[in-house]
């Protein structure tokens, strides 16, 4: 089983940056793919960044492609996401999901793939 605990969420204004922190504890021996999910109210939860184990390879939402970056630290089993140029419409719930997997360069987008949720931060963008 592995934990994870997000942090960073927060009030900010339309143009504003925060970054979004997703510490994982328990089992990460494992090799384990990230991603970001966001929440809005009465929206599904839809794909926001992902990132391989190998922290090469990463993919994003069309609508947050140039705004957002995730990074990840292995040694601290923590992984990042880097929100700028906040919009109202970003305003959600931001969840942090992993996956144990095999492959290095892996990526993954749909919230199928992923076996661990955090409880989510909650980032509000006011016009």
């Known amino acids: 089983q592995v934990q994870l605990v997000e942090s960073g969420g927060g009030l900010v204004q339309a143009g504003g940056s925060l970054r979004l922190s997703c510490a994982a504890s328990?089992?990460?021996?494992?090799?384990?793919?990230m991603g970001w999910f966001r929440q809005a109210p009465g929206r599904e939860r839809e794909f926001v960044a992902a990132?391989?184990?190998?922290?090469?390879?990463?993919d994003y939402a069309d609508s947050v492609k140039g705004r957002f970056t995730i990074s990840r630290e292995n040694a601290k089993n923590t992984v990042y996401l880097q929100v700028n140029s906040l919009k109202p419409e970003d305003t959600a719930v931001y969840y942090c999901?992993?996956?144990?997997?095999?492959?290095?360069?892996?990526?993954?987008?749909?919230?199928?793939?992923?076996?661990?949720w955090g409880q989510g931060t909650q980032v509000t963008v006011s016009s």
């Open positions: 999901a992993a996956r144990s997997t095999a492959y290095r360069s892996w990526i993954y987008i749909t919230r199928a793939d992923y076996q661990y």
């Open positions: 990132i391989s184990w190998s922290g090469v390879y990463t």
């Open positions: 328990g089992r990460t021996n494992d090799n384990y793919a």
